[in-house]
């Protein structure tokens, strides 16, 4: 990848950054992180009651 053209290596950047863009959305990614600590939360209720 050193050696690679920059155009060529400007290419490569754009179709990561746009593959990041598809595969991660921070809506998604906060709202299942929040079901997370949820979920945990709720098992530490559970634990202190038995």
Known sequence: ???SPADKL???GRVGAE???QQ???AR???QL???FQSYLES???Q???
């Open 1 to 3: 990848a050193l050696q």
């Open 10 to 12: 400007e290419q490569m």
């Open 19 to 21: 593959r990041v863009r």
């Open 24 to 26: 991660h959305d921070a």
């Open 29 to 31: 990614e906060t709202s």
């Open 34 to 36: 929040a079901a997370l």
């Open 44 to 46: 530490l209720q559970g």
């Open 48 to 50: 202190a009651t038995t």
